[in-house]
């Protein structure tokens, strides 16, 4: 897709002053993208203020909560922290990209759903898409502890930790045929 | 966000040119510089994206010692085989550092540079000696309990160092390269992180546009064992209140080579060079560990909130120091 509108992120008092824009390509869910854009956009706000993405959250915009979580290059990494200008020539994932195609849930997805894992849904995304890093990466060892450890940067206020967990246990053994 | 402009140099030259001719910064991970460009503590009119200088690699040089490039990113030290083996203090601290998503984003240089998380530094109006020179320090007759320090404060500054890594490097041993205008040079790791002193604002040795290409980790001394421990308010995802940094081997029933840093409780990660002087070549006992620990406290300032940070670093010597020599320490610490 290709998307020339000009970022409308941030406000210049002075046009003069305006930095020039960046043409980024950008790779998500499969699909390639290229944008113009501001130098200080986000990938956050690029993909929920420009490609309509709007499945990663804002939660604190500082690194903080993990609300924003998506994947580049596999990686799960805070969208707000990260220069679109940065992503350029990765591969993203987001919320978006994990079921297929047909419809039919990722393993997570469907595990989350079973065990009730989110009350108002507003951090879901994010655990879920570090959920789905943890559970590609076979350094993290598959014990409780290192679990809530490798999943400690995914805040949830409503307190549905839990069930998240129950529901990474359930998604893992179903992956990667953990117990 | 502030505007600002961004180029994306292939080579280092190139980057140091670019960073010269404006008011720019360095962006490596982005997760201290843009977490700050958002509230305007940092105020770049221009970044330099270095993740094109090549710098992520992990060797091992012929004379022992392993050079990581500035853009290795945390994840990736923290698992690197070489690192794992043969300095688990540094693994271990890192993967005890901010969350997966930051480790995974965050590199060795950008670690090493980060920023204090004194909140008063960070609200953008309070006095601040660091942010604002000479408007004063609001911690110091202020709420001064977790990010600040009770060893290297001055009358200016007391805020901690908030780096785990650094720790683990300052307990190893390693040096700074850096390139600028007038070319490399090196730095010593102890040399690195200044004292706030009267200056609070000057945090590093760094000279304007310098860059940080390599840290080179000292090779540890044959039959050298090594740990991290991080004591803070929750069990992960929280910076330290106190943190010990290990690494000594025992020879003969002695032990040798001792090498102590703290984090949480210093202005800069902190060597405890009283406390190694007394371990080296001694029989391991609690009672020794006990008297390095209060060595290492030795001329502590406490502030209103933190005093309790010297009894906890004096926990997390001991406790590490035993964990290391195999001695059961984990009772109750006078
Ligand atoms: C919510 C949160 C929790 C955190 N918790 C912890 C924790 O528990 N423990 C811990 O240790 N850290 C913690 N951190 C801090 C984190 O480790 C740092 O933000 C990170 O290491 C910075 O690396 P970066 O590559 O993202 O740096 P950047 O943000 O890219 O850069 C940081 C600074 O270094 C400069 N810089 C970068 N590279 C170079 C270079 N090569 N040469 C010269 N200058 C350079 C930049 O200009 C900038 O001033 C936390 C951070 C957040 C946001
Ligand atoms: S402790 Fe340092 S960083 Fe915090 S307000 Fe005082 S001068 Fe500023
Ligand atoms: S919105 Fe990115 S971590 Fe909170
Ligand atoms: S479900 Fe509400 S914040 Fe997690």
Same mark, same amino acid.
């Given at each position: 897709?290709?998307?020339?509108?000009?970022?409308?992120?941030?406000?210049?008092?002075?046009?003069?002053?305006?930095?020039?824009?960046?043409?980024?390509?950008?790779?998500?869910?499969?699909?390639?993208?290229?944008?113009?854009?501001?130098?200080?956009?986000?990938?956050?706000?690029?993909?929920?203020?420009?490609?309509?993405?709007?499945?990663?959250?804002?939660?604190?915009?500082?690194?903080?909560?993990?609300?924003?979580?998506?994947?580049?290059?596999?990686?799960?990494?805070?969208?707000?922290?990260?220069?679109?200008?940065?992503?350029?020539?990765?591969?993203?994932?987001?919320?978006?990209?994990?079921?297929?195609?047909?419809?039919?849930?990722?393993?997570?997805?469907?595990?989350?759903?079973?065990?009730?894992?989110?009350?108002?849904?507003?951090?879901?995304?994010?655990?879920?898409?570090?959920?789905?890093?943890?559970?590609?990466?076979?350094?993290?060892?598959?014990?409780?502890?290192?679990?809530?450890?490798?999943?400690?940067?995914?805040?949830?206020?409503?307190?549905?930790?839990?069930?998240?967990?129950?529901?990474?246990?359930?998604?893992d053994a179903r992956l990667n045929?953990?117990? | 966000?502030?505007?600002?402009?961004?180029?994306?140099?292939?080579?280092?030259?190139?980057?140091?040119?670019?960073?010269?001719?404006?008011?720019?910064?360095?962006?490596?991970?982005?997760?201290?510089?843009?977490?700050?460009?958002?509230?305007?503590?940092?105020?770049?009119?221009?970044?330099?994206?270095?993740?094109?200088?090549?710098?992520?690699?992990?060797?091992?040089?012929?004379?022992?010692?392993?050079?990581?490039?500035?853009?290795?990113?945390?994840?990736?030290?923290?698992?690197?085989?070489?690192?794992?083996?043969?300095?688990?203090?540094?693994?271990?601290?890192?993967?005890?550092?901010?969350?997966?998503?930051?480790?995974?984003?965050?590199?060795?240089?950008?670690?090493?540079?980060?920023?204090?998380?004194?909140?008063?530094?960070?609200?953008?109006?309070?006095?601040?000696?660091?942010r604002d020179p000479g408007s004063?320090?609001?911690?110091?007759?202020?709420?001064?309990?977790?990010?600040?320090?009770?060893?290297?404060?001055?009358?200016?500054?007391?805020?901690?160092?908030?780096?785990?890594?650094?720790?683990?490097?300052?307990?190893?041993?390693?040096?700074?390269?850096?390139? #600028?205008?007038?070319?490399?040079?090196?730095?010593?790791? *102890? &040399?690195?992180?200044? @004292?706030? !002193?009267?200056? $609070?604002? /000057?945090?590093?040795?760094?000279?304007?546009?310098?860059?940080?290409?390599?840290?080179?980790?000292?090779a540890p001394p044959g039959g050298?064992?090594?740990?991290?421990?991080?004591?803070?308010?929750?069990?992960?995802?929280?910076?330290?209140?106190?943190?010990?940094?290990?690494?000594?081997?025992?020879?003969?029933?002695?032990?040798?080579?001792?090498?102590?840093?703290?984090? #949480?409780?210093?202005?800069?990660?902190?060597?405890?060079? *009283? &406390?190694?002087?007394? @371990?080296? !070549?001694?029989? $391991?006992? /609690?009672?020794?560990?006990?008297?390095?620990?209060?060595?290492?406290?030795?001329?502590?300032?406490?502030?209103?909130?933190?005093?309790?940070?010297?009894?906890?670093?004096?926990?997390?010597?001991?406790?590490?120091?035993?964990?290391?020599?195999?001695?059961?320490?984990?009772?109750?610490?006078?």
């Amino acid at each position: 897709m290709v998307d020339t509108t000009p970022a409308t992120a941030v406000q210049h008092a002075d046009p003069a002053a305006t930095p020039r824009l960046h043409d980024v390509e950008l790779t998500i869910n499969g699909q390639t993208h290229h944008l113009s854009i501001e130098p200080n956009v986000v990938l956050l706000d690029a993909l929920r203020e420009r490609l309509g993405l709007t499945g990663a959250k804002k939660g604190c915009d500082h690194g903080q909560c993990g609300a924003c979580t998506v994947l580049v290059d596999g990686r799960s990494m805070n969208s707000c922290l990260m220069l679109a200008s940065m992503a350029d020539g990765c591969d993203i994932t987001t919320v978006e990209g994990l079921a297929k195609p047909d419809g039919t849930l990722h393993p997570v997805q469907q595990a989350f759903l079973e065990h009730d894992a989110y009350q108002c849904g507003y951090c879901t995304a994010g655990q879920m898409m570090s959920a789905t890093a943890i559970l590609n990466d076979p350094s993290i060892e598959r014990t409780d502890a290192s679990i809530k450890d490798a999943m400690s940067g995914n805040i949830c206020r409503c307190g549905a930790y839990k069930n998240i967990h129950d529901a990474i246990k359930t998604a893992d053994a179903r992956l990667n045929g953990g117990e | 966000m502030r505007a600002f402009d961004y180029t994306r140099p292939g080579a280092v030259d190139a980057a140091i040119a670019t960073h010269a001719r404006a008011n720019s910064a360095y962006l490596a991970g982005g997760t201290t510089l843009l977490d700050l460009a958002k509230i305007n503590i940092m105020q770049p009119d221009q970044v330099v994206d270095i993740n094109g200088l090549g710098l992520d690699r992990i060797e091992r040089l012929k004379d022992g010692r392993v050079q990581v490039g500035a853009l290795v990113t945390n994840t990736a030290l923290a698992r690197h085989e070489l690192i794992e083996t043969h300095y688990p203090v540094l693994s271990q601290a890192l993967l005890s550092g901010a969350s997966t998503q930051l480790r995974n984003k965050a590199t060795t240089a950008g670690n090493v540079m980060q920023r204090v998380r004194c909140p008063y530094f960070r609200d953008g109006t309070s006095p601040c000696n660091k942010r604002d020179p000479g408007s004063g320090c609001a911690a110091i007759g202020g709420v001064n309990r977790e990010t600040f320090a009770v060893l290297g404060t001055s009358d200016q500054c007391i805020a901690a160092h908030p780096s785990d890594m650094c720790v683990a490097m300052a307990a190893i041993g390693a040096t700074v390269s850096v390139m #600028g205008p007038n070319g490399p040079r090196d730095i010593p790791f *102890d &040399a690195f992180h200044l @004292l706030p !002193g009267t200056s $609070p604002a /000057r945090e590093h040795a760094l000279e304007p546009d310098e860059l940080i290409t390599h840290v080179t980790l000292d090779a540890p001394p044959g039959g050298a064992r090594s740990g991290y421990l991080k004591l803070r308010d929750r069990a992960s995802y929280q910076f330290a209140l106190a943190s010990c940094a290990a690494q000594l081997s025992v020879e003969g029933g002695v032990i040798r080579a001792p090498r102590i840093a703290l984090g #949480g409780v210093a202005t800069k990660p902190w060597r405890a060079t *009283d &406390a190694e002087r007394m @371990l080296d !070549g001694k029989v $391991p006992s /609690r009672a020794l560990f006990e008297q390095a620990a209060s060595a290492a406290f030795n001329g502590a300032t406490a502030y209103e909130h933190n005093a309790f940070k010297i009894p906890l670093g004096r926990h997390a010597i001991i406790a590490e120091l035993g964990a290391l020599t195999g001695l059961e320490t984990m009772q109750e610490v006078s």
